[in-house]
């Protein structure tokens, strides 16, 4: 990444993808860099579906709809400061409830199963278990051309990944 720092208006971001796919590492990255807000998304789940995941249950549509409400309710309070939310999305049903109303981009964060698969294994302090990747990987609806979306391989280091996200953000504002 270059030394030269260029400032980006303010605009909504969703680093989406599986668990373990550096959603948290490259949202945080971002925002260190632009100064804007971050909400991780996992803190937004209601105790009850952070249980069942903790208990190895895949979570349904019904578990995920007052959690994705509750993910575009802090979007679309950061309209004016912008902000970067860190979500699964993994349907494109949750995407546009996600970005209803507003102008999000998604920055897609994707990897081959087994290096995500060993990444869950080998964080701490997270209560999603790595016996719901495959659960999540069904569910995956890859973002499709039709949707505003960055996609990254995050098999690459985060620098590279912060590197190519930066430079599509930017390649966008022209």
């Known amino acids: 990444m270059s030394d030269t720092f260029e400032p980006l208006k303010p605009r909504l971001l969703v680093v989406m993808g599986v668990s373990g796919s550096g959603k948290t590492t490259i949202a945080q990255a971002l925002c260190q860099r632009y100064g804007w807000p971050f909400q991780e ?83 701490v302090g997270h209560y999603m278990p790595p016996s719901l990747l495959p659960s999540q990987i069904a569910t995956l609806e890859i973002p499709g051309p039709d949707e505003p979306v960055i996609r990254v391989d995050s098999e690459d280091a985060p620098d590279v990944v912060l590197a190519h996200i930066i430079q599509a953000l930017h390649a966008e504002e022209k």
């Not at 950061?78 to 494109?92: E, F, M, P, R, W």
């Not at 109303?101 to 995500?116: R, S």
């Open 41 to 123: 998304g996992d803190e937004l789940h209601p105790a009850a579906n952070v249980e069942k995941m903790r208990s190895g249950i895949p979570l349904t549509d019904e578990d995920r709809a007052p959690w994705l409400l509750k993910c575009h309710d802090w979007l679309e309070s950061h309209i004016d400061t912008g902000g970067v939310l860190t979500c699964s999305a993994l349907k494109h049903s949750y995407r546009d409830l996600l970005r209803k109303g507003l102008n999000v981009t998604f920055v897609y964060l994707h990897a081959p199963e087994k290096l995500i698969s060993d990444r869950m294994a080998h964080r």
